[in-house]
Nanobody, 126 residues
């Protein structure tokens, strides 16, 4: 089981980025995916997730309405479209997966995920 996150970079406030999480060794039909981020000096926190079963999506309040998670099972890829980026979105972004994960509307908890990809840096600055 491997996950590889990519698509980070430097963007101005108000700009957009699309992160990709390419998975291998398992099928998105059976594994849910979460996106997390970790800013310097802060804990890693969950921001979005997508259910393995019906594709239900969940977002933390800080990104709701600006970020969109989606998946392409044929391409084994999960995306995180990030719009209206703010300086406080600056962080290293990680994707994670776990078999049978169906999402949690109350909290996207890193303890619910077994497999992690390396991070991709997102910097929002003028």
């Amino acid at each position: 089981v491997q996950l590889q996150a990519s698509g980070g970079g430097l963007v101005q406030p108000g700009g957009s980025l699309r992160l990709s999480c390419i998975v291998s060794g398992f099928s998105l039909d059976y594994y849910g995916i979460g996106w997390f981020r970790q800013a310097p000096g802060k804990e890693r926190t969950g921001i979005s997730c997508i259910s393995h079963s019906d594709g239900s999506t969940y977002y933390t309040d800080s990104v709701k309405g600006r970020f969109t998670i989606s998946r392409d099972n044929a391409e084994n890829t999960v995306y995180l479209q990030m719009n209206s980026l703010k300086p406080e979105d600056t962080a290293v972004y990680y994707c994670a997966s776990d078999r049978g994960y169906d999402g949690n509307p109350l909290k996207i908890d890193l303890d619910d995920f077994t497999y992690w990809g390396q991070g991709t840096q997102v910097t929002v600055s003028s």
